[in-house]
Structure formats: structure tokens, C-alpha cells
């Protein structure tokens, strides 16, 4: 049975008292490991894992006095645990608990980040499968170019959003490592094997070398990560925005009973949904910044980067936790009006299909210049006389005698023009060929 998460499991990974739990996750098993190797006597390492707790006032309290949060922890759990507490965090420096456990942190909010963009991606599918020959206009520069589906819309979605899959599952990889190497990574206090036999247990990769911290370029990647599936999130959010205008009518988000849109205006169904996403977009980009800002640090190590990453990093994986799991709703519940897709495609007369009567006019023999001169001059009439595009070009002699009339009717032919929706569909959903 797959666990169904809520917005408070994200919330709760970055509170104080996962914070914290995660510390003694890594203090326990640094201690597990030197009693398996025979530096700290294994029942002052039992005693210790049957006694360890902690409570986060307490540490609070004693943090007013040290200003040193790892040591006000380290104080708090010696105090439940008595003599055997003098093996607690023996040989570590804090960037060692600190660090490790922000990896098992960071690796537990990419599990949720995954798990919401897999939520997202079926209710994309499944939208997409519903319109798949849903005929819309398409638009470049916002101006209708030519024919397309609902459907392909919806599965550019979807492909981007497993990319995103693919770039989540990478940094979580990146970001999986711990380090016990001491204050300058040099293992002066404990050998190379406790910070394997430890990062082992905690299910992590040691890192290959660092200083006193593990490297920044991997929170930055994390960060990446976030901020551009956050950008896609983004760009779906403003496409459903504009085709909500009112003068496109196509989409519109979903709109509650007893929801209101404006205190002035009752007609108001405004995409506040989508302009949230959009909005949240700009605040994980600005916070991969910081990320890239946290990477340089002097010599190995000082703590200019610690204070941005306790914003940045809860910030960041809440932020898009719920903007997927927005989105994840937006998509499944928006109203798609298919009349008033067809009402636009018809609106420019048929000019949108002046690339096939130009393409056909070339395959039989007219140079493109000339041709392209001859279609565009109707399409120009189209729009300025209002006149039907494909009536104009039957009456122009200059086409009609390279293109015979069957040829020309076959050129606005719609279903011509997405004959290889299926296929696209194929090639992104991995359909089996019938």
C-alpha cells in the first residue's frame, strides 16, 4: 500500500525536532561503528543508544547560554544518558553530525518531492489521454500558427515533468553522502573505515573528500533541481492562465461552489491558483542563487553558508511540495471547453493553413518565392477583408493553376494535419502499437 503524504510530512522533515533527530540518527551510528572497531567500549555504545533522547526546549534553553547550537544538543542528550555520554560525538567535529544529517534530511524531502511529481504526472496522462484529438489552435509569438491537439499540450507536460523525475532522482544521488572526517577532512581523529561502517548504516555514500563540510556544488545541484522543475511547474501554470483570457475562453481552473474571485467584481473567476505556482517559481530560482553563492567559502570552511541554508532548503522543498501537489489538483479538476477550442482554430478563416497549400505548391512545381508570395498575399486579404482564406485562393488563378481543387480542399483537411498525434503519443507514454 503506498502511503499517501500530506503537506505537513514536508513540513515536518525540516522542523526543529527532525533537525535534531537526524543528529542523534548520526551520532548513534558514528557510535555503533567505533564500538565495532573497537575504539569505544560496546557497552558504553549500547548504553548510550538505550538512554539518548532529547527534548528541544531543553536545548534551546542551554543554546542561549553556549550560542553553540551541536553542543547544546551534545549537553542535552548527556544529560539523559550520564557517564557512558562521554563517548557521545567522541572524535567529530559538528559539521560532521551537522552535514551527515542534513544529507538524510535532504534525501527524505526528494523522496516527497518525487513522489508528488509521479501524482502529477498521472493526472497529466490521464488529461492528456481525454483530449488526446481534442483540435486546438497552436500560437507563436501568441499568434495562431496552425493546428495542433489539447492532448500534445498535455503530453509535452508530461515529458517534462519526467525529466524533472530524472533531475530529482540525480541530485538526491548527489546529495546522499555523509562525512565523519574531522575539521579539515583529514581523519585525525578517527579512521577513514568508522565513516564507511557509519554512512553505511545510515544507508549514505561517503564522500571521497572534504573539508570540514561536504562540498556546496552539491547543494547548489539540489537547488537546481528545485528550481527548475519549478520553471515547469511555471510554464504550465502560464499557459493555463492564458488560454483562461476571457477573449480565449479555451481552459480555466477549477472554481469551487461558494468561491469567490473579487471583493468588488462577483463575475471574477480569477486563475489564482496558476499565479500562485508562478509566483512560488520566482522564489526558488532566487533561492538556487544563494545555493551557487554558498559554494565558495573561505579556505575550508566558514559558516557564511549555514544561515542561508536553514531558509533555503526548507523553504525550497515546501515551497515546491506544494505547488506540485497544486498543480497536481489544478490539472485534474480544470474545466477544458472544446467548442470554444474549435470557434478559435476556425476564427482566422483558414489562413492556418497556409503552410501545406505553400508546401503543396512547391511539390508541383512553383518556386517557393513565388509561391510563398501568392499564398501570402490571400492570407493578408483574409485578415484585412475578412474573407475566407481558401475561397480567396480557389479564386486566384496564379494558384489554381499549379494546385487543382481536390488538391487545394485536401490541404485543409484537419485531420491530415494530426495524423501523427498517436505516434507522438507513443513516443511519450511508451504505448504498444496496435
Not at 585525525?188 to 562540498?215: K, Y
Not at 462577483?266 to 499565479?275: A, L, V, Y
Request: glycine share 6%; proline share 4%; net charge neutral.
Amino acid at each position: 500500500m503506498i502511503r499517501r503524504y500530506t503537506g505537513a510530512d514536508m513540513g515536518r522533515i525540516w522542523s526543529d525536532q527532525r533537525r535534531y533527530e537526524a543528529w542523534l540518527q548520526v551520532e548513534l551510528a558514528a557510535l555503533d561503528a567505533m564500538a565495532r572497531g573497537g575504539i569505544v567500549p560496546a557497552e558504553a555504545a549500547r548504553d548510550v543508544r538505550d538512554r539518548a533522547r532529547f527534548d528541544v526546549a531543553r536545548i534551546e534553553e542551554i543554546e542561549q547560554v553556549t550560542q553553540h547550537d551541536v553542543i547544546a544538543f551534545t549537553t542535552a542528550v548527556a544529560e539523559h544518558v550520564g557517564p557512558s555520554a562521554r563517548w557521545l560525538h567522541f572524535g567529530l567535529t559538528s559539521s560532521d553530525v551537522v552535514d551527515t544529517a542534513q544529507a538524510l534530511q535532504m534525501r527524505e524531502a526528494c523522496d516527497l518531492i518525487l513522489q508528488d511529481l509521479r501524482g502529477a504526472m498521472q493526472a497529466v496522462r490521464a488529461r492528456a489521454a481525454e483530449h488526446r484529438h481534442t483540435p486546438m489552435i497552436g500560437r507563436t509569438h501568441g499568434v495562431h500558427a496552425e493546428p495542433m491537439t489539447f492532448g500534445l499540450k498535455l503530453a509535452l507536460w508530461y515529458a517534462e515533468l519526467s525529466r524533472n523525475v530524472d533531475r530529482i532522482q540525480r541530485a538526491r544521488q548527489v546529495v546522499s553522502v555523509g562525512k565523519l572526517s574531522g575539521a579539515v577532512g583529514t581523519f585525525a581523529h578517527l579512521p577513514p573505515t568508522i565513516e564507511a561502517d557509519a554512512c553505511r548504516s545510515l544507508g549514505l555514500d561517503p564522500a571521497p573528500v572534504a573539508s570540514q563540510v561536504i562540498q556546496r556544488d552539491r547543494h547548489a545541484e539540489l537547488l537546481s533541481a528545485l528550481a527548475i522543475t519549478a520553471s515547469s511547474l511555471e510554464k504550465f501554470a502560464l499557459e493555463i492562465r492564458g488560454l483562461q483570457k476571457t477573449e480565449i475562453g479555451e481552459v480555466e481552473e477549477p472554481f469551487g461552489k461558494g468561491q469567490k474571485g473579487s471583493s468588488a467584481m462577483p463575475h471574477k473567476r480569477n486563475p489564482i491558483g496558476c499565479e500562485q505556482i508562478v509566483g512560488l517559481a520566482r522564489l526558488l530560482r532566487a533561492n538556487a542563487g544563494a545555493a551557487f553563492e554558498n559554494n565558495a567559502l573561505w579556505h575550508e570552511r566558514d559558516i557564511s553558508h549555514s544561515s542561508v541554508e536553514r531558509v533555503i532548503l526548507p523553504d525550497s522543498f515546501i515551497a515546491l511540495d506544494h505547488m506540485l501537489r497544486r498543480f497536481t489538483r489544478i490539472v485534474t479538476g480544470m474545466v477544458v471547453y472544446p467548442d470554444r477550442m474549435r470557434e478559435n482554430l476556425d476564427r482566422s478563416r483558414g489562413v492556418v493553413f497556409s503552410g501545406t497549400v505553400l508546401l503543396e505548391l512547391a511539390r508541383r512545381g512553383a518556386s517557393r518565392e513565388e509561391a510563398y508570395e501568392w499564398v501570402q498575399r490571400n492570407a493578408m486579404r483574409a485578415f484585412s477583408e475578412q474573407r475566407d482564406f481558401k475561397q480567396l485562393l480557389l479564386n486566384d488563378p496564379d494558384i489554381t493553376r499549379v494546385l487543382p481543387r481536390p488538391d487545394l480542399e485536401r490541404a485543409f483537411d484537419l485531420n491530415d494535419q494530426l495524423r501523427h498525434v498517436d505516434h507522438i503519443f507513443e513516443r511519450v507514454f511508451q504505448e504498444v502499437a496496435v
